[in-house]
């Protein structure tokens, strides 16, 4: 069955650091990938999206590429802020479902 | 504009009872679908509505059922309950599907003693 896999957490870096949040995944067909964020207390937020290979979502300062030839797509961010002190969610959807696969969450604390 | 609304936020009960869910979409929404997020993992989907009929579901066991109204508000509903269904429970809507973009609640906190 489709499935995500992230890289476990928790991940802890400094203001203005370079976050990496790996992600990869197993689907039969070709999938949509997502990135959402949770926040403490609340509920998920999407973050960005790709609907094809090749593909770059953008929001916020993140970006994931849609790699198919390696089906990966990894959460980058240039310089993180506390702000971005959040779970950050890998999930995709097969074309013509409704149904969203999450991997298990990263973690990601940021101190000052 | 109000965002996703559930209720009750949290709530306690005994295993074997039933409990009640609720979920309004974003006006204007009229697909709605559910959720389960035990601590620590990703959310598992349960259903999806889409006016008023069932256009998917999870892996989970019949005890799980849900339903959607003509305002497309919807309800959750487990039976029989288990330890195993303490979890936080998450209600997202979209105007028509997944293309549209999905907003999440914050969802019902459920603990089963």
């Known amino acids: 069955g489709n499935s995500v896999t992230q890289m476990e957490g928790p991940v802890t870096l400094s203001e203005e650091a370079f976050l990496t949040i790996n992600c990869t995944y197993t689907?039969?067909?070709?999938?949509?990938l997502f990135w959402y964020v949770q926040y403490p207390g609340e509920g998920l937020q999407l973050l960005l999206k790709a609907t094809k290979a090749d593909d770059k979502g953008s929001n916020k300062g993140f970006e994931a590429t849609y790699r198919k030839e390696t089906t990966s797509f990894h959460l980058e961010k240039g310089s993180v802020q506390v702000s971005d002190s959040a779970v950050y969610f890998c999930?995709?959807?097969?074309?013509?479902?409704?149904?969203?696969?999450f991997g298990k969450g990263t973690k990601l604390t940021v101190n000052p | 504009d109000a965002g996703v609304t559930q209720s009750p936020t949290h709530l306690i009960k005994t295993r074997g009872q039933h409990v009640t869910l609720r979920c309004s979409p974003i006006?204007?929404?009229?697909?709605v679908s559910w959720y389960q997020q035990v601590l620590g993992q990703g959310p598992q989907f349960i259903f999806q509505?889409?006016?008023?009929?069932?256009?998917g579901r999870g892996n989970f066991p019949d005890r799980f059922s849900a339903r959607q109204f003509p305002n497309y508000s919807s309800e959750l509903n487990v039976n029989a309950l288990l330890l195993g269904d303490s979890a936080l429970y998450l209600c997202a809507s979209s105007l028509a599907s997944l293309n549209y973009g999905y907003t999440f609640g914050s969802g019902t906190r459920l603990t089963v003693v």
């Open positions: 689907a039969t067909g070709y999938p949509s």
């Open positions: 509505y889409y006016e008023k009929e069932e256009r």
């Open positions: 006006s204007g929404h009229k697909s």
């Open positions: 999930a995709l959807s097969e074309g013509g479902s409704e149904k969203l696969v």
